[in-house]
């Protein structure tokens, strides 16, 4: 097992295009989480996958981000018409379903827009 | 919603001991903490569940208070490894959003 792994690891976009990010869990965790870090900042949660299900968004995250999980396997992150503030670390983490999981991190995408 | 820690930063020397704090506002299902170094993605160290257990290993420990929604991680005898900056994380009780805390800068100095 070789852990979670995102790609890619940095991504230069200039204002308004879109980008995509893409997660890949560790094999056979079925939850799925991504987060966004600025500098100096906690991770901040973004959404939730327990299998292909969604089952949690946060409220913050306006209706550019979208997030998928085709059959419960990898994720991907899509940013739509990038702003200036989507620039962030973008991290994705994936664990197990029991009483007491541990959250394990990918290496992250880092985001700069233009 | 997001749980806060204190204090902010704090610098030991070889040896010291060190505790750092987490407190919520909202009804806990569990926390978690993590440590991260520069540049470096976030690295589990240990979760507490509903029930005010404690827990810990080597040198580095944990309590949580479920009736006032904190929880403390304790660090003894710190050695330069432990430099980073811890995060605490939280679950409610209700609902699957995941809460990191404000975190708290730890650097170990000889």
């Known amino acids: 097992d070789t852990g979670v792994s995102q790609n890619p690891r940095h991504k230069i976009t200039k204002r308004g295009q879109n980008v995509t990010f893409r997660c890949d869990p560790i094999s056979e965790h079925n939850r799925l989480y991504w987060y966004r870090q600025t500098l100096g900042q906690g991770p901040e949660f973004l959404t939730y996958f327990q299998n292909e299900a969604q089952l949690e968004k946060s409220r913050l995250l306006s209706d550019r981000f979208s997030a998928e999980r085709p059959k419960g396997s990898f994720s991907t992150l899509e940013i739509q018409r990038t702003e200036q503030g989507d620039s962030a670390m973008y991290l994705c983490?994936?664990?197990?379903?029991?009483?007491?999981?541990?959250?394990?991190f990918g290496p992250g995408t880092r985001l700069t827009v233009t | 919603q997001q749980p806060v820690q204190s204090p902010q930063a704090v610098i030991l020397r070889e040896g010291e001991d060190a505790v750092i704090n987490c407190s919520s506002s909202?009804?806990?299902?569990?926390v978690h903490w993590y440590r991260q170094k520069h540049g470096e993605a976030p690295v589990f160290l240990m979760i507490l569940l509903k029930g005010g257990e404690q827990k810990g290993h080597d040198k580095i420990s944990a309590s949580f208070n479920e009736k006032k929604q904190q929880s403390s991680l304790y660090l003894t005898a710190s050695q330069l490894s432990y430099s980073g900056t811890y995060f605490c994380g939280t679950e409610r009780d209700t609902g699957n959003q995941f809460y990191f805390g404000t975190g708290t800068s730890l650097t170990v100095i000889p």
């Open positions: 983490a994936s664990s197990w379903t029991s009483e007491a999981y541990e959250q394990y």
């Open positions: 909202k009804a806990l299902y569990s």
